[in-house]
Antibody, heavy 121, light 111 residues
Framework: QVQLQEAGPGLVKPSETLSLTCTVSGGSLSAYYWSWIRQPPGKELEWIGNIYYSGSTNYNPSLKSRVTMSVDTSKNQFSLNLSSLTAADTAVYYC???????????????WGQGILVTVSS | VLTQPPSVSGAPGQRVTISCTGSSSNIGAHYDVHWYQQLPGTAPKLLIYVNNNRPSGVPDRFSGSKSGTSASLTITGLQAEDEADYYCQSYDSTVNNYGYVFGTGTKVTVL
């Protein structure tokens, strides 16, 4: 059973860049898409983007200008950088594994526990 | 992009249904629909994948369906431990808003 664990700061200042890392255990990064999903307090889930183990990426168009994702297969980790932070970026950030459906599209079969990131001065 | 009722409720043993209404650029474009359960203070958990399939360990009182531009999650025989938030998820192919999308979420209350 694959397990995911987010790591990073719990508090960042406005205009700064958030950097989060997800460590995968119990399985390899190979042949999967790895995602970041966030949830503002009391609100719904928002897909930020995903990265294939080879490094190709897909980003949410609404965040694309501020998002960068990378993967380190030697450490079994993948990372998220989100720049130009504002209070609206305050949320629980989840890392997750996406797997293909039968017909089209992917779904999340494994989630990290999440990390609360607060943007405040 | 995917609209769900904010809340539904039912007594133990009753059947409740949660709708997920999309459009021709997501559910109506034949993209699969998946459902997640989020217990208070925890990460979401996969409940139904590819419209109507249950992962191992998910009770058979949970079922999913899809038709046209909508999908539904049904809980038959509601139990106290089912009190949680539920989210649908699909893919949207709108030119300027493509990507994976989640529903607005539904809180299930067991009376």
């Amino acid at each position: 059973q694959v397990q995911l664990q987010e790591a990073g700061p719990g508090l960042v200042k406005p205009s700064e860049t958030l950097s989060l890392t997800c460590t995968v255990s119990g399985g390899s990064l190979s042949a999967y898409y790895w995602s970041w999903i966030r949830q503002p307090p009391g609100k719904e889930l928002e897909w930020i983007g995903n990265i294939y183990y080879s490094g190709s990426t897909n980003y949410n168009p609404s965040l694309k200008s501020r998002v960068t994702m990378s993967v380190d297969t030697s450490k079994n980790q993948f990372s998220l950088n989100l720049s130009s932070l504002t209070a609206a970026d305050t949320a629980v950030y989840y890392c997750a594994r996406q797997v293909p459906g039968y017909h089209s599209g992917y779904y999340v079969d494994s989630w990290g526990q999440g990390i609360l990131v607060t943007v405040s001065s | 992009v995917l609209t769900q009722p904010p809340s539904v409720s039912g007594a133990p043993g009753q059947r409740v249904t949660i709708s997920c209404t999309g459009s021709s650029s997501n559910i109506g474009a034949h993209y699969d629909v998946h459902w997640y359960q989020q217990l208070p203070g925890t990460a979401p958990k996969l409940l139904i994948y590819v419209n109507n399939n249950r992962p191992s360990g998910v009770p058979d009182r949970f079922s999913g369906s899809k038709s046209g531009t909508s999908a539904s999650l049904t809980i038959t025989g509601l139990q106290a431990e089912d009190e949680a938030d539920y989210y649908c998820q699909s893919y949207d192919s709108t030119v300027n808003n493509y990507g994976y999308v989640f529903g607005t979420g539904t809180k299930v209350t067991v009376l």
